[in-house]
């Protein structure tokens, strides 16, 4: 991969009653909790179909942000969730993953008011559980990466 290309990447904290909900997906031989998204696709900048029709009253939830909109894709493709009109910001990393691909990693927040009716397909996503922060941290199949942004998480919200 040319050293100026990089992944981008579109992730959430999702919350709801204190717990978070997190995805169980297959690395290797490596069964891991990740939180919810995925690449950002050409078509995010524009706005998916799917995305689209995720809007209240029939609005539309486009604001132009190709990561807001990735995350929205993502989430709906793979959970069958909408998520809020308004969800917040929460940071950004830099890694170089397993493909020693570059990725700019976007994370935001959602606390939620209802639990969703989740449905997986099982391909992408084996199964989902929401673990509050106690359960995160004793977990080993939770990356570093999640614990550390827990702990800044605790300082925002």
């Known amino acids: 991969m040319a050293a100026d290309m990089f992944v981008c990447k579109s992730?959430?904290?999702i919350e709801y009653l204190g717990k978070f909900l997190l995805l169980e997906r297959q690395f290797g031989d490596k069964t891991m909790l990740i939180l919810p998204g995925g690449k950002v696709e050409p078509f995010d900048e524009t706005q998916s179909e799917v995305v689209r029709k995720l809007g209240e009253n029939g609005e539309e939830c486009n604001d132009?942000?190709?990561f807001l909109n990735a995350i929205r894709r993502e989430i709906?493709?793979?959970?069958?969730?909408n998520l809020p009109p308004v969800v917040d910001y929460f940071g950004s990393s830099f890694f170089v993953n397993t493909q020693e691909e570059q990725v700019i990693d976007v994370v935001f927040?959602?606390?939620l008011t209802?639990?969703?009716e989740i449905t997986v397909d099982g391909?992408?996503?084996k199964s989902f559980t929401w673990?509050?922060?106690?359960e995160i941290f004793d977990s080993e199949q939770v990356h570093d990466w999640l614990k550390k942004n827990l702990r800044i998480f605790d300082k925002i919200y």
């Open 11 to 13: 992730r959430i904290l």
């Open 109 to 111: 927040y959602a606390k």
């Open 114 to 116: 209802e639990r969703p």
């Open 123 to 125: 391909t992408e996503v």
């Open 131 to 134: 673990m509050d922060q106690k």
């Open 64 to 66: 132009g942000d190709v």
């Open 76 to 81: 709906y493709e793979e959970l069958k969730i």
